[in-house]
């Protein structure tokens, strides 16, 4: 099909006639770009209709979008199509909290941008913002409006000035966009109880249990403890609906192409806003498959692909990030694989990353990490990893039950192992996590906990043991930042920030301990970050050191190729990263002990003269062929020249 021609073209045409002749052409060139894009992904989405009309109207609407455009924003555009890596490089570097955890709220939160400043972050993830249900809305991605903001936090405009502000100091927005459900107060599922058989569409409602029985045979629970099953009866509405998360959230039909319209029109809305990164929530859910999880369905992938040329059309500035927090296996899909590649998701989480990390502190030993990493597929090129410790949400420890085999370990064993380090049950445990969902029938049992209190080090950082703590604490921030794509901090983990004694006093949050590692961020303690004696100075000095470093190695552009070391020493992971300007070797020691590396690593990766970035050394050989490693010790090793350290 010619993307210009037929209804697609008339759809189109009375807006482009609204526009310059060099509007037009970059619009008309767009279109010619991306709508294959959008055809093809909408033919396997809804094969039982012509999706030429469907077309249409979502061209329209992008390029109606495109003309309501911010000029800034148009500029933005065009400096991104025209660094299409903009994601990948190196400086990139992102932190992520609660608005009014952080800044109060939408208005004052620019005057802590120096803060922001200091530790090198380019790239700001505010959670959940949009206009919420009241009450119960786990923490905010109950959304009752896409295109309002909490009162709390001011208006639709104080977003759109925020964006700006940001964009003037090249800090790039990121906001979430809840896809799988609404929260049941929202307008369209106040139609829906109104009996309008339109807004029915777009949710899964059945009049009986019988579909919603079936369906539970191989649907797993969420959040087993307070919303069991996966279908709530609503008498408003006479029926069974689908709600995965909570009952008062509403599963979206995705099946119905409206829902997909709606959404286009509400991604480009928030990218006029400003909005440069949309974090896609619960994407894993959104297409339901009776005898399946309901998770990770092939049409995931061509929904975002179809949401994401729309973008492209309109607002190329804006990407995806998948939050898919998947098993290692389905990671990689979410970048794009096969027909998808290069067309869905520009970032997603790496969730294997995160939890290996854990894994190999808990453990003291890197055999299942190196086994993990190493079978992931290949990354598609321009796809981009978020590299993180810890989010806002728990940790659930996903690991492949093949990896666990192949290293000779029982999966559920070590998943069980892991929770009762880190919930500082096992014996000689330093960490002080704590219990989230554990579900006695499927062994799961998830921890919370900021990245200071899961690594055992104390509130004021003056406990023996705290050495250690900060040790481990800067390793494990090292290889976040060593692997390439963009580290993410979550909010007071620069600052050593332990969990919150006073998380259930809290409305709302008495029964969900996950707001033990959301607190609100200590600005005294932030006021000593340049106070040496201190533990917040130790910590976030020693992130803002690691953005530093980072930013100067080409080594850790996104697209450069990962090749984790088979063959070292059991308490040590060596990443080889290669690079077009030359090999860098990145080099971790997990254990509390001093660890023996082969020099010969080094050039066989075709380094010559070692040389430490982040220490700013030189690397020398010992009579035995070998280099010491210090406890708990982060190398990223480049290339040095002969003479200078």
């Known amino acids: 099909m010619n993307p210009l021609a037929g209804p697609t073209k008339q759809s189109v045409q009375a807006v482009l006639n609204q526009l310059s002749d060099h509007e037009r052409e970059t619009i008309e060139l767009r279109l010619e770009r991306w709508t294959p894009d959008l055809v093809a992904a909408l033919t396997v989405l809804y094969p039982e209709i012509d999706v030429e009309e469907l077309v249409g109207r ?8 495109f003309r309501e455009r911010d000029p800034e924003l148009r500029r933005l555009d065009q400096r991104r199509l025209l660094t299409p890596d903009w994601l990948q490089q190196p400086t990139r570097f992102g932190y992520a909290c609660y608005t009014e955890r952080f800044g109060d709220n939408l208005a004052r939160l620019p005057e802590h941008l120096d803060y922001l400043r200091d530790l090198g972050v380019d790239y700001l993830h505010l959670m959940p913002l949009l206009r919420p ?22 208006e639709i405009d104080d977003l759109r000035n925020l964006a700006r502000t940001l964009r003037g100091q090249g800090i790039s927005l990121v906001l979430d966009l809840v896809l799988n459900h609404v929260a049941r107060e929202h307008e369209w599922a106040e139609r829906a109880r109104a009996g309008d058989d339109h807004y029915r569409r777009y949710f899964y409602i059945y009049p009986d249990r019988t579909a919603p029985d079936a369906y539970e045979r191989t649907l797993p629970d969420v959040f087993p403890d307070f919303a069991p099953g996966s279908f709530t009866h609503d008498d408003e509405v006479d029926g069974w609906v689908w709600t995965t998360f909570n009952e008062w959230q ?12 709606e959404f286009a029109e509400i991604v480009l809305f928030l990218a006029n806003l400003g909005v440069e990164v949309l974090r896609l929530d619960a994407i894993a859910f959104t297409w339901k498959r009776l005898g399946t999880s309901c998770q990770n369905q092939p049409e995931v992938h061509a929904l975002t692909q179809a949401l994401r040329a729309v973008a492209r059309i309109a607002c190329p500035a804006t990407v995806f990030k998948a939050e898919a927090i998947v098993g290692p296996r389905d990671l990689v899909q979410y970048l794009g694989q096969g027909e998808h590649a290069g067309r869905v998701s520009d970032l997603a989480y790496h969730n294997s990353l995160m939890v290996q990390v854990w894994s190999m502190l808990a453990t003291g030993n890197v055999v299942l990490t190196r086994q993990a990493l190493s079978a992931l597929p290949t990354t598609p090129p321009a796809g981009t990893w978020i590299c993180y410790l810890r989010c806002h949400d728990d940790i659930g420890w996903a690991i492949d039950d093949g990896d666990a085999r ?4 029982e999966g559920y064993a070590h998943r069980r192992f892991l929770s009762e380090w880190y919930a500082g049950e096992y014996p000689g445990s330093w960490a002080d996590g704590l219990v989230f969902q554990a579900n006695p029938v499927s062994g799961d049992k998830r921890i919370s906990g900021t990245a200071a209190s ?37 909010s007071g983990d620069e600052l050593g920030m332990t969990n919150d004694p006073h998380w259930a006093d809290e409305p709302g949050h008495e029964d ?46 996104a697209a450069a190729d990962s090749t984790v070391l088979m063959h070292t020493d059991a308490g040590v992971l060596a990443v080889v990263r290669s690079h077009p300007s030359g090999p860098m070797l990145c080099v971790y020691n997990v254990t509390d002990s001093w660890r ?22 030189d690397i020398h050989i010992g009579d035995d062929g070998m280099v010491g490693l210090s406890p708990y010790a982060a190398w990223w090793v480049v290339e040095g020249r002969p003479g200078v350290s």
């Open 58 to 65: 979502l061209a329209e609407r992008a390029v109606q979008a």
């Open 512 to 557: 969900d301990n996950r707001w033990a590692h959301r607190p609100r961020l200590d600005w005294q303690r932030a006021e000593r970050r340049h106070d040496r004696a201190t533990s917040a100075s130790k910590v976030f000095e020693g992130v803002a050191h690691l953005a530093r470093v980072r930013a100067a190695l080409p080594q850790l552009h």
């Open 454 to 490: 899961l690594l055992g080090l104390s509130a004021e950082g003056d406990m023996p043991g705290d050495d250690a703590a900060l040790a481990r604490l800067f390793v494990a921030s090292a290889i976040v930042c060593g692997w390439g794509g963009i580290p993410v901090i979550w």
């Open 406 to 409: 192949a290293v000779g370990l």
């Open 250 to 261: 509403w599963d979206l039909n995705w099946a119905n192409p409206d829902v997909l319209v």
């Open 133 to 154: 249900r009241e009450g119960d809305n786990d923490g905010g991605y109950a959304v009752q409006s896409y295109r309002t903001v909490r009162e709390d936090l001011g």
């Open 596 to 617: 023996p590396f082969e020099y010969r690593h080094f050039t066989e990766a075709g380094i010559h003269h070692p040389h430490d970035a982040i220490e700013n050394r």
